[in-house]
C-alpha cells in the first residue's frame, strides 16, 4: 500500500502495509488535541513503513493514477500491479542516488533487528510513519524494487503480494544472500545468533524480575538489541523510546502508569546492582558478580572489573538512569496536568448540563408568552377586518410561496404605488405551486402542496370578514395547474402530482357546491400557463412528462371541445399568460435548459404568435397579474438557485420597467388575484 497524507497535503511519502486487523480504540487518544480528549477516529489499524522516500507531489503521480480520479477532490484508493509497480518505479526514479531509504519491520511476526554497534544513523531519525517500531533506526537498505514489481508469483507458483519480496531482500541484506526467510522465522523467537542479533517475536509478554508479574506492553513491539559480551542495553535506546512515545504517561490509561512504576522500580535496582559491582571492584576481587543479581539484561549495567574503564562504564550508566528518573518524572508531571484537565472537564461539564435544564425552564416560559401573543394577535386580526374594507380597490393579492426559508401560508396585499405589503389572515396550511381565481368578490385557493406532499384541498377568503373557509376538494391531488374564472366557475386545469401529469380539466360550480369533470386538453400539461380572453380558455406550454412544450390550446364552453393552435416559437414552462387588450402575454419561463426572458405575443383575430419586447431579468415561477393597463411580474427564479425580491412592469407604451421594490422581498411558486 501506498502512503499519503492529509486531503489538504495530497503526497505521497512511500510504501507501508498494515500490522494487525482493523480494531476500535488501539490508542483510545490518538490524533487528539496533547492527548487529554478521546480519539474522535476509534476505528484504527497498525502499520510498519515498507519504505520511505522523499514526498511525491500530486501533479507527479496524478498521470499514473488518472483513471483513479472521479472528481477533482476525490479519487479511488485501490491500486492494481501495473499502477503499484510504476509508483514504485516512480519512487526509485525520484530519489537522490545518496538516498537512505527508512525501512520498518515486516509484517511477518518475528522481527530482525540489526547489532547496534553496526548502526551508524542518528538513533533519534525515527520513522513518522509506524506505530511498529519506535526505536528502529535507519539502516542502509538496497532492496531490489525492480524484481519486486516484475514478478508476480514466487517459484512454488503462490500468487504473493509485490511487497513479500521487499521483505526477503531486507532479510537477505541482514543474514545473506542464501539465508532461508523460513528458517529465519523458525529461529527469531527470543534467539540471539552468532552476529549479537536477538530475535524477538511482536507482543511478548515480559516477566518482570523484580515482583515475578508479567506485563505486556501496550507498544506494538519491543525490539532489544543483544551485547554479546555482557547482555547490556544502551541507556539512550531507553531514553529514546519514552521520547518517542510523549502520551505514555497519560493517567488516563492505567496500564501505561503500571509499565512506568516498573521502569522506576527497575530503575532503583540498576543502582544498586552498580554499587555493589563497584565495591566489588574496590575490594580487588577479580570475582564476577553472580548472575543472581542481574536483575534484567536487558536494563542493568552488567559487571564489571576494577579498571578505570569499568568506573568510567559505571559513570556513564549512572548517567543514563538520571536522565530515564528525570524522563519518568516530566511524565508523571504532565499525567498530573491531565488529570487537573479531566477534573475541569467534568465540572464544565456538569454546568453544561444545569445550564441545559435552565434553558428547558425557559423554553416552556417562551411558550406561555407565544400562547398569549397569538391570543393577541387573534383579537387583531378580528379588528383588522374592518380594516380591509378600507383597502384601496382593486389590490393585487399574493397567496403562498416560498421565500427561500419557508414555505408561505400568507395572504398579502400588495401596493405598487406605495410599496407597501399588509399581512393579511394567513390560510390554515402553507401552499405553493397552486392557483388562484376571484369568483363573486372572494380568492378561491387550491392544489398545490408544502414541499413535501399534493393538496387536492380548497380555501376561500373573504374581504369582508378578512377569514378563510374551508371549500368542497377536487377530485385529484396536483400542484403547477392553472386557474381562471369564467362564467361565473373556477376551472382548474392540468397539473401533476410528480408521477402523473394531467390533461384533465375540473370545475367548480358554487350552485352544485362540488367539482365536476370538463372536457380534457388535447396534451398533458405540467407547469403551464392559462387566461380567459373573451369567454373563451387559453392554455400554453408546460411539461408533457417528456419535454417542455411549445403547443397552444383553447377551449370555448359553446363548442364543448379543445381546439390545437398555432405553436409559440419557444418551449416554455413555469411561465405566465396573461391579457393586455386583446390579445395574450406570454412571458419568461424554463425552456428545458434555461429560464428566459422573451416574450411572445398571440393575436387571436389573426390567430398567430409574434414577438414581443424581452424582459429584463429572465425569470419563472414569477406572479403576474394585470392592473391599471399594465402587466405586473412579482418575484420568481431567475435560475435553479437564484431567488427574485423585484417586480417588473410592462406598459405597452413605455415598454418593460423595474420597480424599485423593496418590500415584497425573496418570493417564488406564489398565485397572484387583484381584487
Excluded at 526514479?93 to 544513523?121: E, G, M, Y
Excluded at 358554487?510 to 380558455?537: D, E, H, Q
Excluded at 424581452?614 to 393597463?629: E, H, I, W
Aim: proline share 4%.
Amino acid at each position: 500500500m501506498l502512503q499519503k497524507t492529509a486531503i489538504r497535503d495530497r503526497k505521497l511519502h512511500g510504501i507501508f502495509e498494515a500490522a494487525s486487523p482493523g480494531e476500535m480504540y488501539i490508542d483510545s487518544y490518538a490524533w487528539s488535541n496533547d492527548g487529554c480528549l478521546r480519539s474522535a477516529f476509534p476505528a484504527q489499524v497498525r502499520i510498519c513503513t515498507k519504505t520511505r522516500y522523499p514526498p511525491l507531489l500530486e501533479s507527479q503521480f496524478k498521470t499514473l493514477l488518472g483513471d483513479n480520479y472521479y472528481n477533482h477532490h476525490h479519487f479511488y484508493f485501490e491500486l492494481d500491479h501495473a499502477q503499484t509497480r510504476a509508483l514504485i518505479s516512480l519512487f526509485k526514479s525520484l530519489a537522490p542516488s545518496n538516498f537512505i531509504q527508512v525501512p520498518a519491520v515486516s509484517s511477518k511476526r518475528n522481527l530482525a533487528v540489526p547489532d547496534p554497534k553496526k548502526i551508524t544513523a542518528n538513533s533519534k531519525e525515527i520513522n513518522p510513519f509506524s506505530v511498529l517500531s519506535n526505536t528502529a533506526a535507519p539502516v542502509n537498505w538496497a532492496d531490489d524494487v525492480e524484481n519486486a514489481s516484475n514478478s508476480d508469483e514466487k517459484k512454488s507458483g503462490g500468487s504473493v503480494s509485490d511487497y513479500d519480496n521487499l521483505d526477503d531482500n531486507f532479510l537477505q541484506n541482514q543474514f545473506g544472500p542464501h539465508s532461508n526467510p523460513d528458517e529465519v522465522s523458525q529461529t527469531s523467537s527470543g534467539k540471539i545468533d552468532g552476529q549479537g542479533l536477538e530475535l524477538i517475536e511482536c507482543n511478548h509478554p515480559l516477566v518482570n524480575t523484580v515482583n515475578g508479574k508479567r506485563i505486556i506492553t501496550d507498544e506494538s513491539m519491543l525490539l532489544n538489541s543483544h551485547n554479546e559480551h555482557n547482555g547490556a542495553v544502551e541507556v539512550d535506546e531507553v531514553e529514546i523510546e519514552v521520547h518517542n512515545n510523549p502520551g505514555g504517561g497519560v493517567g488516563l490509561q492505567p496500564e501505561r502508569q503500571t509499565v512506568l512504576e516498573k521502569l522506576k522500580g527497575l530503575s532503583f535496582l540498576r543502582q544498586q546492582d552498580a554499587i555493589t559491582s563497584k565495591d566489588c571492584t574496590h575490594s580487588g576481587s577479580d570475582q564476577r558478580v553472580p548472575d543472581e543479581t542481574q536483575i534484567n539484561p536487558n536494563l542493568s549495567c552488567g559487571p564489571f572489573d576494577a579498571t578505570m574503564e569499568d568506573k568510567t562504564s559505571f559513570d556513564e550508566c549512572s548517567h543514563g538512569n538520571a536522565e530515564v528518573l528525570q524522563i519518568i518524572t516530566d511524565l508523571q508531571k504532565r499525567t498530573e496536568a491531565l488529570e487537573k484537565k479531566l477534573i475541569g472537564s467534568d465540572k464544565e461539564i456538569l454546568s453544561l448540563r444545569e445550564i441545559f435544564k435552565d434553558s428547558g425552564r425557559k423554553v416552556q416560559q417562551l411558550e406561555y408568552i407565544v400562547d398569549e401573543l397569538q391570543f393577541k394577535l387573534d383579537s387583531s386580526l378580528a379588528h383588522l377586518g374592518n380594516m380591509c374594507n378600507t383597502l384601496a380597490t382593486p389590490s393585487i393579492f399574493l397567496i403562498g410561496g416560498y421565500n427561500g426559508v419557508t414555505w408561505l401560508s400568507s395572504l398579502d396585499s400588495f401596493s405598487p404605488e406605495k410599496d407597501a405589503v399588509l399581512g393579511l389572515t394567513p390560510m390554515s396550511s402553507p401552499r405553493s405551486y397552486a392557483s388562484a381565481a376571484v369568483l363573486d368578490g372572494h380568492i378561491f385557493a387550491f392544489g398545490g402542496g408544502d414541499g413535501m406532499s399534493w393538496y387536492n384541498t380548497v380555501e376561500c377568503y373573504s374581504s369582508r370578514n378578512n377569514e378563510w373557509t374551508e371549500c368542497p376538494s377536487m377530485n385529484q391531488k396536483k400542484g403547477s395547474l392553472a386557474g381562471i374564472c369564467l362564467n361565473e366557475k373556477i376551472y382548474a386545469i392540468g397539473g401533476g402530482d410528480g408521477n402523473e401529469f394531467y390533461s384533465e380539466v375540473e370545475i367548480f360550480d358554487p350552485y352544485l357546491g362540488k367539482w365536476i369533470c370538463s372536457p380534457s386538453m388535447l396534451t398533458s400539461r405540467f407547469a403551464l400557463a392559462a387566461s380567459g380572453l373573451n369567454g373563451v380558455i387559453y392554455t400554453s406550454g408546460g411539461y408533457d412528462g417528456n419535454m417542455y412544450l411549445k403547443s397552444a390550446e383553447r377551449y370555448d364552453p359553446r363548442e364543448g371541445f379543445w381546439v390545437r393552435l398555432p405553436s409559440m416559437s419557444t418551449r416554455r414552462g413555469s411561465h405566465t399568460l396573461t391579457v393586455l387588450g386583446d390579445t395574450l402575454y406570454a412571458m419568461g419561463g424554463y425552456d428545458g435548459d434555461k429560464m428566459v426572458s422573451s416574450v411572445e405575443i398571440y393575436d387571436p383575430s389573426l390567430n398567430a404568435w409574434r414577438i414581443g419586447d424581452p424582459m429584463n431579468t429572465p425569470r419563472g415561477y414569477a406572479a403576474a397579474v394585470y392592473l391599471d393597463d399594465s402587466l405586473f411580474l412579482i418575484g420568481g427564479m431567475q435560475s435553479s438557485v437564484q431567488m427574485l425580491d423585484t417586480v417588473e412592469v410592462y406598459n405597452a407604451s413605455s415598454g418593460w420597467s423595474v420597480l424599485g421594490s423593496s418590500s415584497i422581498g425573496m418570493r417564488s411558486f406564489a398565485s397572484a388575484v387583484v381584487l
